[in-house]
Every structure is written in structure tokens, then in C-alpha cells.
């Protein structure tokens, strides 16, 4: 695993906690210029997963959000989709 730099990319660290819980290090990161917000989340689960969430609905209905989440969630050859 490779250690980011995260301060180069421009975000800045906002919270780190360890949620027993889950067994996992959350840690939020916040975009120094947009505001966008990270949460990474690290534990010694295989299965490897991310989200993507927007805070404002679209402003039409041409539904090209939903066409984003089939086109980036449809797999690879490398990581091939679970049927």
C-alpha cells in the first residue's frame, strides 16, 4: 500500500477515529479549494468498494447521473464484475 501525500493534492485532514464497530480507521479529508470531502475508511476487509454522492439533485432529468454510475460501475478486465 502506498502512502498518499494528500497535502499536495490539496486536501487538508479533518478527523481521524477508529470505529470499533466496523474495525476500520475512518479518516475525513477536505479539499482545500472546493470543499469536496473524502472519507476513506481502511481495515483488513478484501472486498475493495468506493461511493460517490452529490449533495444537490440534478437540474434536469436526463438522467446522465445514472448513466455515470452504470458506466463507472460496469467493471474491467482486471476487475471484473461479481455476478
Known amino acids: 500500500h502506498k502512502e498518499v501525500d494528500h497535502e499536495k493534492l490539496g486536501y487538508e485532514l479533518v478527523k481521524?477515529?477508529?470505529?470499533?464497530?466496523?474495525?476500520?480507521?475512518?479518516?475525513?479529508?477536505?479539499?482545500?479549494?472546493?470543499?469536496?470531502e473524502v472519507l476513506s475508511m481502511s481495515n483488513d476487509d478484501e472486498n475493495k468498494v468506493f461511493g460517490i454522492t452529490f449533495r444537490t439533485t440534478p437540474s434536469d432529468s436526463t438522467g446522465i447521473p445514472h448513466i455515470l454510475e452504470h458506466s463507472v460501475l460496469c467493471g474491467s478486465r482486471k476487475y471484473p464484475v461479481k455476478e
Request: no cysteine.
Open 16 to 36: 481521524s477515529e477508529f470505529l470499533p464497530e466496523l474495525n476500520s480507521e475512518a479518516v475525513l479529508y477536505r479539499h482545500k479549494k472546493t470543499g469536496a
